[in-house]
């Protein structure tokens, strides 16, 4: 059984930024794929970005591209989220999700292990 456990969450002015980590245990770290996922007020779970077990295929969406950066480093069993110009609209619950697959995805269903989340508010 995987866990997940995010942190790094906070409040931030826009244009600030912030790192999230997302420390895993209970898995062979390098076999898992990982997404960060968020949900605001309101809305459903969105995909934010998703990277392989070999670091080869990273994507992220379209509201993000450009501005956050996911990242992981095998040695320690933790995946991060650079998130820099955030944004009012960033503001949600965010999500470390991890699967067992050798590439990467964006849809929330093909994710079994999920952390708790994080909170992150952008407000001036």
């Known amino acids: 059984q995987v866990q997940l456990v995010e942190s790094g969450g906070g409040l931030v002015r826009p244009g600030d930024s912030l790192r999230l980590s997302c420390a895993a245990s209970g898995g062979t770290f390098t076999t898992l794929t990982f997404g960060w996922f968020r949900q605001g007020p309101g809305k459903e779970r969105e995909f934010v970005a998703t990277?392989?077990?070999?670091?080869?295929?990273?994507f992220y969406s379209d509201s993000v591209k450009g501005r956050f950066t996911i990242s992981r480093d095998n040695a320690n069993n933790t995946v991060y989220l650079q998130m820099n110009s955030l944004k009012p609209e960033d503001t949600a619950v965010y999500y470390c999700?991890?699967?067992?697959?050798?590439?990467?995805?964006?849809?929330?269903?093909?994710?079994?292990?999920w952390g708790q989340g994080t909170q992150v508010t952008v407000s001036s």
């Open positions: 990277i392989d077990w070999q670091d080869r295929t990273i």
């Open positions: 999700a991890a699967r067992r697959a050798t590439f990467s995805c964006s849809l929330v269903p093909e994710y079994k292990y």
